[in-house]
């Protein structure tokens, strides 16, 4: 009798501890679980400048810089994601917009993969300029994304006197002012056209094509490009660089995509 009561006590020991087995979860293999953040080697090249990329050319690298959308689309459909480094270098991450990414727009981030100074294929060859090929990109120590998350590329600042250029120095701005004149190049569909800014000043539209930009000539308009300086001390240009066709008004997501 005493025998049978221990081999009932021993088995039911053995499916309690059973049971727990089976209740508890299952632990998942370190390269099964989401959003493992796996460290990366100390001497993995960090790249922040041109020369910096060309010393990691065709490597493994950490591209940092500041995450920058291009908000109008561009030749072969193109419309770039690209880290811009400190010396104003863009390193293309992607040919069109990454939509977990749009939040990082204009702000500073790390890129973490394989460099190259030059298109990494031949299909891509006709594009030129620097790619990383980013197994990963995150925000750098500080910076947070923009809230609420957006759906679309984000709108580029605004701009309506000279002053308020200097923040956004090669950088996509999208720039408000009266279109005074039109001055004619050799190139007899492309012209300068001059905006004047709230503030009086003047930004020279660099190379617009000039039927886009006639029919608003003395009216209030916004045109997205990217800003330029050029020239030193009294003698300073801002030009507008890149821009498409005006809009009419304050505009400030001109030829964007809703």
């Known amino acids: 009798m005493l025998f049978e009561v221990r081999a009932i006590a021993a088995s039911v020991l053995v499916f309690a501890a ?53 908000p109008l689309a561009g030749g072969e459909d193109t419309q770039p994601a690209a880290v811009v480094l400190v010396d104003g270098t863009r390193v293309v991450r992607a040919l069109r917009p990454v939509p ?75 720039v408000t002012g009266t279109l005074e004149s039109l001055a004619p190049l050799a190139d007899a569909a492309r012209a300068d056209a001059e905006l004047r800014l709230a503030d009086g000043g003047l930004v020279t539209v660099d190379h617009a094509v000039e039927a886009d930009f006639r029919p608003f000539v003395g009216r209030l308009v916004t045109a997205i490009g990217r800003a330029s300086v050029t020239g030193r001390g009294g003698a300073l240009s801002v030009r507008l660089v890149g821009a498409r066709a005006p809009c009419l008004g304050v505009a400030p997501r001109c030829g964007m995509t809703p």
């Open 100 to 174: 977990e990414e749009l939040a990082f727009d204009r702000r500073r981030v790390r890129a973490i993969g394989t460099v190259s100074v030059g298109p990494p294929d031949a299909r891509t060859q006709a594009l030129g300029g620097p790619r990383v090929l980013a197994e990963r990109v995150e925000l750098r120590a500080g910076e947070a994304p923009i809230t609420p998350t957006p759906t679309s590329v984000p709108t580029p600042p605004q701009v309506t006197t000279i002053a308020g250029f200097a923040p956004h120095l090669d950088r996509w701005v999208a």
């Open 18 to 70: 059973c049971a727990r087995r089976e209740d508890a979860p299952i632990e998942r293999a370190p390269e099964q679980r989401p959003n493992v953040v796996h460290a990366e080697p100390a001497e993995l090249p960090v790249v922040r400048t041109r020369q910096e990329l060309a010393r990691a050319d065709r490597q493994r690298a950490v591209v940092e810089g500041v995450y920058e959308i291009a």
